[in-house]
């Protein structure tokens, strides 16, 4: 080696001043580069003359001046090589060439493939599912990735090829997958939103607006149209179907269909499973609301529905007769009965005072008997002089028939359920036809007479509050807090003085204050020790809620105690406000100097102490003078 002469590596021949760039290049192997994008990189004809003179277009490795110095580099290892005798074959450089140059984008891919394979599994698991081809894809990519590029060149081509069409499939499914989430959040989410609180905006149900009407035949519609104009005419949505139709169902994807169902199809005997007895109570049990007219010949499937709810309607084929309330259009079997104010209920919240007085009701159908159940609401009931039977049977004077008669025939129930959730029974289908509506109203022997009958009125009412238009209450807020303070703590002291308030709205077309005068507040562990009625703040006409307070102390007990407002009512939703508070009891420095339950003790210590200082006062200054001076004497001898 010091025989020959050191030849400068052609890499040393790179240099530049501080005029410009001026390159001197040796001629070196062949390489794999773009000539025409070196030049552009350094934009001198100087560099491009030089390299076009020393280098041919398919010898330049990379882009700029500093892949073409480390492509130099390699040329003077490789020139080392030859020198040393360890110059690789042409296959061996192209292949190490190739894979150098793929080893940066199989890295890249890889990683690209791995978050796409992260994906797919994550997306796979919460759709319960999982896509084949891509697991194929990713299995041959993985095969191919592992093989660190052990292929032809033409094998490697198409893969590469395929990966980029599956990398932009990939893309596009993803895409189509957020758009698929934004729709899922945009129906179960934000346009139910919407809808709520365009409901309330609009005066609707605070529930919903979706109706499913359920008839016996679609045409049967046209015999309610007043009816059914009056709901969409307050915005509902109303779907009309027959029970038998294929994929009616009351639930989508764990969500209810509809807000409310309108029952109009009593002589229905087969229904599906997804409206059977079980499913409507599944319904009720989600928060819809039902509307169930019921007939005569009402199927044994609506019979179990309504004893689900403590109702039980009268036999087949009978119908409520009355002879002396009756309507004078019926000149038969007096079955076209009146209802006048008696028979419906005095509850304002379900039926509007000017509703009762206005014209009586027509009624044609089948009674119910009641149950015992407390939260049944009765709505509208027969006279006295009323009864409920057959009109095919002979009526015999002891048949050991159970009749249904007087105010114990029930012709419009409803019953709210603990989630408040609404179901109404009417066994009057006629009731809601449009020949009833406009019928006019003349009672026998009676000098009244209406040109038109009060079932619309009554019916607008009646579905208003099974709809959840009117009598929804809603707790805004609740506070305890010491008096003279406005902070409310987790803990409190036994014997403190508090005040208790919450604040209560009613919805009835608009949010309102609620107006009530027996609004109690329990105060509860395990048993109630304190139950007081709060009395009604004043508020202003603007305001769309009222506070209802109280002022107490604690009870002398120490524990958790919950504050609880229980508020139920029939016509209005149930209300169950709880608040947990712990009470605690003195802490040593909190209790008074003196408590009027230890004066004994008090007075016994004291004459104790005293007792002992007049002992010793006595003992001291009353000594026995005869027995002093004998003991003096005995001392001086």
Same mark, same amino acid.
């Given at each position: 080696?010091?025989?020959?002469?050191?030849?400068?590596?052609?890499?040393?021949?790179?240099?530049?001043?501080?005029?410009?760039?001026?390159?001197?290049?040796?001629?070196?192997?062949?390489?794999?580069?773009?000539?025409? &994008?070196?030049?552009?990189?350094?934009?001198?004809?100087?560099?491009?003359?030089?390299?076009?003179?020393?280098?041919? !277009?398919? &010898?330049?490795?990379?882009?700029?001046?500093?892949?073409?110095?480390?492509?130099?580099?390699?040329?003077?290892? +490789?020139?080392?090589?030859?020198?040393?005798?360890? $110059?690789?074959?042409?296959?061996?450089?192209? %292949?190490?060439?190739?894979?150098?140059?793929?080893? =940066?984008?199989?890295?890249?891919?890889?990683?690209?493939?791995?978050?796409?394979?992260?994906?797919?599994?994550?997306?796979?698991?919460?759709?319960?599912?999982?896509?084949?081809?891509?697991?194929?894809?990713?299995?041959?990519?993985?095969?191919?990735?592992?093989?660190?590029?052990?292929?032809?060149? %033409?094998?490697?081509?198409?893969?590469?090829?395929?990966?980029?069409?599956?990398?932009?499939?990939?893309?596009?499914?993803?895409?189509?997958?957020?758009?698929?989430?934004?729709?899922?959040?945009?129906?179960?989410?934000?346009?139910?939103?919407?809808?709520?609180?365009?409901?309330?905006?609009? =005066?609707?149900?605070?529930?919903?607006?979706? *109706?499913?009407?359920?008839?016996?035949?679609?045409?049967?519609?046209?015999?309610?149209?007043?009816?059914?104009?009056?709901? $969409?005419?307050? %915005?509902?949505?109303?779907?009309?179907?027959?029970?038998?139709?294929?994929?009616?169902?009351?639930?989508?994807?764990?969500? +209810?269909?509809?807000?409310?169902?309108?029952?109009?199809?009593?002589?229905?005997?087969?229904?599906?499973?997804?409206?059977?007895?079980?499913?409507?109570?599944?319904?009720?049990?989600?928060?819809?609301?039902?509307?169930?007219?019921?007939?005569?010949?009402?199927?044994?499937?609506?019979?179990?529905?309504?004893?689900?709810?403590?109702?039980?309607?009268?036999?087949?084929?009978?119908?409520?007769?009355?002879?002396?309330?009756?309507?004078?259009? &019926?000149?038969?079997?007096?079955?076209?009965?009146?209802?006048?104010?008696?028979?419906?209920?005095?509850?304002? *919240?379900?039926?509007?005072?000017?509703?009762? !007085?206005?014209?009586?009701?027509?009624?044609?159908?089948?009674?119910?008997?009641?149950?015992?159940?407390?939260?049944?609401?009765?709505?509208?009931?027969?006279?006295?002089?009323?009864?409920?039977?057959?009109?095919?049977?002979?009526?015999?004077?002891?048949?050991?028939?159970?009749?249904?008669?007087?105010?114990?025939?029930?012709?419009?129930?409803?019953?709210?359920?603990?989630?408040?959730?609404?179901?109404?029974?009417?066994?009057?289908?006629?009731?809601?036809?449009?020949?009833?509506?406009?019928?006019?109203?003349?009672? +026998?022997?009676?000098?009244?007479?209406?040109?038109?009958?009060?079932?619309?009125?009554?019916?607008?009412?009646?579905?208003?509050?099974?709809?959840?238009?009117?009598?929804?209450?809603?707790?805004?807020?609740?506070? *305890?807090?010491?008096? =003279?303070?406005?902070?409310? #703590?987790?803990?409190?002291?036994?014997?403190? &003085?508090?005040?208790?308030?919450?604040?209560?709205?009613?919805?009835?077309? #608009?949010?309102?204050?609620?107006?009530?005068?027996?609004?109690?507040?329990?105060?509860?562990?395990?048993?109630?020790?304190?139950?007081?009625?709060?009395?009604?703040?004043?508020?202003?006409?603007?305001?769309?809620?009222?506070?209802?307070?109280?002022?107490?102390?604690?009870?002398?007990?120490? %524990?958790?105690?919950?504050?609880?407002?229980?508020?139920?009512?029939?016509?209005?939703?149930?209300? $169950?406000?709880?608040?947990?508070?712990?009470?605690?009891?003195?802490?040593?420095?909190?209790?008074?100097?003196?408590?009027?339950?230890?004066?004994?003790?008090?007075? =016994?210590?004291?004459?104790?102490?005293?007792?002992?200082?007049?002992?010793?006062?006595?003992?001291?200054?009353?000594?026995?003078?005869?027995?002093? !001076?004998?003991?003096?004497?005995?001392? *001086?001898?």
């Amino acid at each position: 080696m010091s025989g020959k002469p050191q030849t400068p590596k052609r890499s040393e021949s790179i240099y530049s001043n501080s005029q410009g760039a001026i390159y001197n290049l040796t001629p070196v192997e062949p390489a794999r580069v773009s000539l025409l &994008d070196c030049a552009d990189e350094a934009q001198d004809d100087t560099l491009v003359y030089n390299l076009r003179s020393s280098i041919s !277009e398919s &010898d330049i490795l990379a882009c700029d001046l500093e892949a073409l110095v480390k492509d130099l580099e390699e040329d003077d290892k +490789r020139e080392e090589e030859i020198e040393n005798g360890t $110059e690789k074959t042409m296959e061996e450089k192209r %292949g190490l060439r190739r894979r150098s140059r793929i080893r =940066g984008s199989n890295i890249r891919t890889k990683s690209l493939h791995w978050w796409i394979v992260l994906v797919n599994v994550v997306w796979g698991a919460l759709a319960c599912g999982m896509n084949v081809f891509h697991v194929v894809l990713g299995t041959m990519f993985l095969l191919y990735h592992e093989s660190n590029g052990h292929l032809d060149d %033409g094998l490697s081509r198409n893969i590469h090829r395929l990966k980029f069409c599956v990398i932009t499939a990939l893309i596009i499914e993803c895409l189509f997958r957020v758009v698929f989430v934004v729709r899922c959040l945009w129906t179960y989410t934000f346009k139910t939103t919407i809808r709520h609180i365009g409901g309330i905006i609009l =005066g609707r149900s605070t529930t919903g607006n979706r *109706v499913l009407v359920l008839l016996d035949s679609i045409e049967e519609k046209t015999l309610y149209g007043i009816f059914f104009g009056n709901l $969409e005419g307050r %915005g509902y949505t109303l779907t009309y179907s027959i029970p038998s139709t294929p994929f009616l169902d009351l639930f989508h994807n764990a969500l +209810r269909s509809y807000d409310h169902v309108i029952i109009f199809s009593p002589t229905t005997k087969n229904y599906p499973p997804t409206l059977s007895p079980t499913a409507l109570v599944s319904f009720v049990n989600a928060g819809g609301n039902i509307l169930l007219a019921a007939s005569p010949d009402v199927s044994e499937t609506w019979r179990d529905f309504a004893r689900e709810f403590d109702i039980e309607f009268d036999e087949k084929d009978t119908v409520v007769i009355d002879h002396f309330n009756y309507d004078v259009s &019926d000149g038969g079997n007096h079955t076209l009965i009146v209802v006048d104010k008696e028979g419906i209920t005095d509850n304002n *919240v379900v039926i509007e005072k000017e509703v009762k !007085e206005g014209a009586p009701l027509l009624y044609k159908g089948i009674g119910h008997r009641a149950g015992s159940n407390p939260m049944l609401v009765k709505i509208a009931w027969a006279g006295d002089t009323a009864y409920s039977y057959d009109l095919g049977m002979k009526m015999q004077a002891d048949d050991g028939t159970q009749l249904l008669y007087g105010r114990t025939i029930g012709l419009v129930t409803a019953i709210q359920a603990r989630n408040s959730a609404r179901v109404t029974f009417v066994g009057s289908l006629d009731m809601f036809q449009d020949e009833l509506i406009n019928a006019s109203v003349k009672k +026998r022997e009676s000098p009244s007479s209406y040109a038109k009958s009060g079932n619309e009125d009554f019916l607008g009412e009646l579905t208003k509050w099974t709809f959840q238009e009117k009598g929804i209450l809603r707790v805004i807020s609740r506070e *305890v807090h010491k008096e =003279g303070e406005h902070e409310q #703590h987790h803990t409190y002291r036994i014997k403190d &003085d508090v005040q208790y308030a919450i604040e209560i709205s009613e919805y009835s077309g #608009h949010w309102q204050a609620f107006n009530a005068t027996d609004v109690q507040l329990e105060i509860i562990m395990l048993d109630p020790y304190i139950r007081t009625t709060l009395n009604p703040l004043p508020t202003l006409p603007t305001q769309n809620a009222r506070k209802f307070g109280a002022q107490l102390k604690l009870p002398d007990v120490y %524990g958790v105690f919950t504050f609880k407002v229980n508020y139920k009512r029939p016509g209005y939703t149930y209300i $169950e406000d709880r608040t947990t508070i712990a009470i605690r009891p003195f802490r040593h420095n909190e209790y008074p100097r003196l408590l009027s339950a230890a004066y004994p003790y008090y007075v =016994g210590a004291g004459s104790m102490i005293v007792g002992w200082l007049v002992f010793v006062i006595v003992w001291l200054f009353n000594q026995d003078k005869e027995r002093l !001076e004998k003991v003096v004497q005995k001392k *001086v001898r």
